[in-house]
């Protein structure tokens, strides 16, 4: 049992059995013996409780009109030795059971998790997401615009939640959904025959492209003989027309290639980017699969799907095809659930997404259940992984000060001024070179993770001084205890994990000791809190804390002391702490860094 990466797994399961070999029954007769009914609800407990807490017998207890503690008495009695050996139990209040592990399944812990292949092998063990394909769709701007503040969120909440899954089994694929096809090229490719600027071009294509396009909108406003040739540009592409398609084909080019810029230095890399336009040929079979199996009807010249059962969407149907005969949003978005399914045999499906588009993805998964049931295809399990809006500190959308949205290119290169000056305070020290570095990995870093440390579901106010900080739940603050760890490493020129030295280590002893590992045990439950809700704000938090065990640890026992067997296990303890931060900050998607 002690090898075992979810201690509160193993626990629950040892209950279980507990539960069988204790005969507990139900007192309504006819029952029978009724253990599978109890479920064992292991949790982590609050640190004077002990480790983990069994807080089922209560409710089954109750259910059953007998005495919690009485049962809970039994259970204990009943628990298999290896549990007895490696935990003191105790049962507590009206019938929980408190497991606190003894000194040496802390250290059998911290001895069979010593690589990071060992936490990814332990990760998948539990996961409910072994083995299943997920794909991951996020990110997902649309072309011919920069990327701004507001896509900031998709991008990264879906790195993390790619990260997660891969960690736990699942095999991952990440898929870029750019919008790529809608009206607005009428208007760039008419401005694009016209007013193109080719040495602008030639710098910045994507800004150029924007730029073209405001020319173009302006240019519809203001006349409506541009707004007519406009629209005629619009109708030549969707028709096929070569030129145009080459021109609409340079602005996505330019715009993934702009896109990628962010991408490289948020560590996003894609399997895929199929936007829209991709499902241009495919969304006939929509019309006809959802029209044959009657879930689609015609509306004021629209095809649409009502769905009777629902408070809002009975009246308010999900438009799949416009009424002058167009694709829209949803009618690819189908297509797209579809091709997901049959040719990357999906299991789930995440879409990252802002909360506003929470009834886009109601109707479309309600939708796709349906039809899928109807043509007995398997159902995906589908997530819509949302989040609010990042917001200034007036709780408004932020923006520039002439009410502009922030370029995303800028915001990180300011991430980067900021991070270099609290650099240059900390360790002044250091050669320019080096500071610019670092500032690099902190500056995108503190982005990151102020972002994920939130409760995605909220909105979240972006406050530079809050989050280019030493002081609290930061990037900053965790790359620096990683860092401080690799520096006491530096100073005994030793390795992290050194086998030969880890093998004379001591018994772990003192509490600073014993409270830094009983922290490092419990990677395995925010782990896992983390994935199967799709949360990374969890896994946050448990690093947070880890940390300010780990400064409490450095602060009451001196790790370079004379006697080898308490160095040693000290810098186990180092050890460890370096690895699951490491390791958790980078399924955040972070970089890590040797000293700061
Ligand atoms: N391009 C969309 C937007 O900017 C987001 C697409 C998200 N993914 C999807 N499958 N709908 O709002």
Redesign the pocket.
């Known amino acids: 049992m002690p090898a075992a990466f979810n201690i509160a797994a193993t626990l629950d399961a040892a209950l279980r059995s507990a539960a069988t070999a204790a005969g507990l029954t139900c007192p309504e007769p006819g029952r029978g013996a009724d253990a599978s009914a109890f479920d064992p609800e292991v949790r982590v407990a609050e640190p004077r409780h002990g480790d983990f807490q069994a807080n089922g017998v209560l409710g089954f207890a109750k259910a059953r009109k007998q005495n919690p503690r009485a049962i809970a008495e039994k259970l204990v009695a009943a628990l298999a030795p290896d549990v007895r050996d490696t935990c003191d139990l105790a049962v507590a209040g009206p019938g929980f059971i408190n497991f606190t592990l003894k000194p040496a399944a802390l250290r059998a812990w911290l001895d069979a998790h010593a690589t990071r292949a060992a936490l990814e092998q332990g990760a998948a063990e539990n996961s409910p997401w072994r083995g299943q394909s997920w794909i991951v ?2 990110s ?3 072309t011919a615009k920069q990327m701004h503040v507001g ?1 900031l969120r ?1 991008a990264v909440i879906g790195e993390a939640v790619a990260r997660l899954l891969a960690f736990s089994g699942a095999r991952v694929i990440r898929d870029n ?3 790529d096809w809608g009206t607005q090229f009428g208007k760039i490719i008419w401005a694009y025959r016209r007013h193109l600027d080719a040495a602008a071009f030639a710098r910045e294509p994507l800004e150029e492209f924007e730029r073209l396009y405001k020319v173009g909108h302006a240019a519809a406003e203001a006349d409506p003989a541009a707004l007519k040739e406009a629209q005629q540009e619009l109708v030549k592409l969707q028709a096929g027309d070569a030129d145009n398609l080459a021109i609409w084909k340079k602005i996505g080019e330019a715009s993934v290639g702009a896109f990628q810029q962010i991408y490289d230095r948020l560590g996003i890399r894609f399997d895929h980017t199929l936007g ?1 336009s991709f499902y241009n040929d495919k969304v006939a079979r929509v019309y006809s699969e959802l029209t044959a199996s009657g879930l689609a009807t015609e509306s004021q010249g629209a095809l649409v799907v009502f769905h009777p059962e629902h408070p809002r969407f009975k009246t308010q149907p999900f438009i799949i095809r416009k009424s002058d005969g167009a694709a829209n ?1 949803a009618s ?2 189908l297509a ?1 659930v579809l091709y997901r399914v049959e040719h990357f045999h999906a299991d789930a499906v995440a ?4 909360s506003r ?1 929470g009834d ?2 109601e109707q ?1 998964f309600l939708t796709t259940q349906k039809w899928f049931a109807a043509s007995g295809r398997r159902v995906p399990r589908l997530e819509h992984v949302s989040f609010g809006t990042v917001t200034d500190a007036a709780g408004k959308p932020l923006k520039t000060k002439s009410g502009e949205n922030i370029k995303l290119k800028e915001l990180l290169a300011e991430a980067e001024e900021r991070a270099f000056a609290l650099v240059s305070e900390k360790s002044a020290d250091l050669p320019d070179v080096e500071r610019r570095a670092i500032a690099a990995v902190v500056g995108v870093g503190s982005v990151q993770y102020a972002d994920l440390a939130q409760n995605r579901s909220s909105d979240y106010v972006f406050a530079w001084d809050k989050m280019i900080s030493l002081d609290g739940n930061t990037a900053a603050y965790l790359l620096y205890a990683v860092a401080r760890v690799r520096s006491i490493f530096r100073k005994l020129d030793a390795t992290p994990g050194d086998a030969a030295i880890e093998s004379a280590a001591s018994a772990l002893e003192t509490p600073a000791e014993l409270a830094l590992a009983r922290k490092l045990v419990k990677l395995p439950d925010a782990l896992s809190a983390a994935t199967t809700q799709l949360r990374p704000h969890i896994l946050c938090l448990y690093l947070y804390e880890l940390a300010g065990e780990f400064s409490a640890f450095y602060a009451a026992d001196k790790v370079a002391v004379e006697d080898p067997a308490i160095r040693a296990r000290r810098l186990l303890l180092c050890a460890r702490t370096l690895l699951i931060l490491e390791t958790g900050l980078n399924l955040l998607g972070l970089r890590t860094l040797e000293r700061m």
């Open positions: 769709d996020y997902s701007p649309n896509h998709s959904h750019i919008g829209e949003y690819t978005d797209t879409y990252v997404i802002d588009q886009h993805c479309l």
